[in-house]
């Protein structure tokens, strides 16, 4: 079996604004299981790049261990990455972004890699703002271990041996909004048209972008009694509204009655377009996004769509006051500037 993808390709297949086809922002063929909900956020990362007419060598690719981590290798095959230890995805994040601030940063991480050992650090990227996508791709199991429960299992959710779960499950989307991120949305890997566009805002959104996105493990979690398995998902998914995404080129305005819809404008330009089901949900409302989440459970539903999003936000970057000038760019004198400048410093702290 050859994992080579073909290099011939159409001539004639359409390009994008910078002149890119979307096999541009394909990565190496994934050797993932058949049907694994990870390659179907593969593929709506690499349609959102396309369509965004990114530079693939403007992005860095970041993640930890498990099978979400894998996924980065699978996408985007022409812009840089660095595959991290077991949770540590987030402090790698902060130290290249602080380094380089003009390049677009996507973490991918797993239930385990973020709920588990890793949750001290998602805490910190969350609540500090940093300017990146994070990604969960969420299977409630721990698939290179051959299957047991994550944190993020549900109570009495069964896995494929048929033993329940007892323990109360970690909901990444409510701590995440606990913690202050500034852009939080929940999807499943089998909604490529909600995925898309949530992405593309979530790229363009300056500060932390959170997307937990429920994606069934084929085979060790997609079994009658899981919660994560891919008929549960779709017949207890409730949408918070019709998400598309509105690039600065192409930015259209309009009035719509209160309570139909919602238009947030980001710091680009570009806008998000939210044809809302519930005329009471407001995306911009910390609290009605956590009242949404907690309402959805209580039924068993699982509340998906751009659950809250602030667009006043100040990344790490604006917090700390440093230079717009990457750290690469800086030449010695700056960066060294003497004793003079320290002994200064150190007069200013007396």
Known sequence: MSYINPSFRHPNLPVNDIGCTKTDYEGAISTLCAGCGHDSISAAVVQACFEMSIEPHRVA???????????????????????????????????????????????VSGDGDTASIGMGQFVHVARRNLNMLYMVENNGCYGLTKGQDSA?????????????????????????????????????????????????AALSH???????????????NNNPGSTKAYDYVREHAEITGSVDFVPKKDEITADYEPGTSTNITLHDGSALQLHKLAKDFDPQDRRAATRALENAKDHGGILTGLIYIDPDTKDLHNILG?????????????????NDALAAINESLR
């Open 206 to 220: 300056q500060g932390f972008a959170f997307i937990d996105v429920v994606s069934p493990c084929v085979t060790f």
């Open 322 to 338: 440093t230079t717009e000038t990457p750290l690469r760019d800086l030449d010695q004198d700056t960066l060294c500037p003497g």
């Open 152 to 200: 993020t299992a549900d109570i009495g959710s069964k896995a494929k041996g048929g033993v329940e779960n007892v323990y109360a499950p970690i909901d990444l989307v409510n701590v995440a909004l606990e913690l202050g991120a500034t852009f939080v949305a929940r999807s499943f890997s089998g909604d490529k048209k909600q995925l898309v566009p949530l992405i593309q």
């Open 61 to 107: 690719k970041l993640s930890g261990i498990g099978c979400s981590s894998k996924t980065p290798a699978y996408f985007l095959n022409q812009s840089h990455g660095f595959n991290s230890v077991h949770g540590r995805m987030p402090s790698v994040a902060t130290g290249a972004n602080m380094a380089n601030r003009d390049m677009i940063y996507i973490g």
